[in-house]
Nanobody, 123 residues
Framework: QVQLVESGGGLVQAGGSLRLSCAASGSIFSINAMGWYRQAPGKQRELVASITSSGSTVYADSVKGRFTVSRDNAKNTVYLQMISLKPEDTAVYYC?????????????????WGQGTQVTVSS
């Protein structure tokens, strides 16, 4: 059983910083990509940033230059450093692990989601 455990959300003033962490636990052979999505009230879930096992990154245009995604492959952990936060960054942030391969099923890959962590940026 694979679980994604997120931490680091909270309330911060505009211009402030937060760092989110997400650790994947369980018996894992490999993870293709890990990343963060967010969903604001009344809006669809959107990609914020993702990083592959080789270090290739993708960012939403709205966060480029402000957010940095990083990953510790040995710990199956992904981080999201957020600076210069804006009120429009307020959302529930979800961790995602894509292409997770388990030792007992090397031919099968699955995607997993964390439960979400609230980030609120006050103006």
């Amino acid at each position: 059983q694979v679980q994604l455990v997120e931490s680091g959300g909270g309330l911060v003033q505009a211009g402030g910083s937060l760092r989110l962490s997400c650790a994947a636990s369980g018996s894992i052979f490999s993870i293709n990509a890990m990343g963060w999505y967010r969903q604001a009230p009344g809006k669809q879930r959107e990609l914020v940033a993702s990083i592959t096992s080789s270090g290739s990154t993708v960012y939403a245009d709205s966060v480029k230059g402000r957010f940095t995604v990083s990953r510790d492959n040995a710990k199956n952990t992904v981080y999201l450093q957020m600076i210069s936060l804006k009120p429009e960054d307020t959302a529930v942030y979800y961790c995602n692990a894509r292409g997770v391969v388990l030792p007992q099923s090397l031919r099968v890959s699955r995607d997993y989601w964390g439960q979400g962590t609230q980030v609120t940026v006050s103006s």
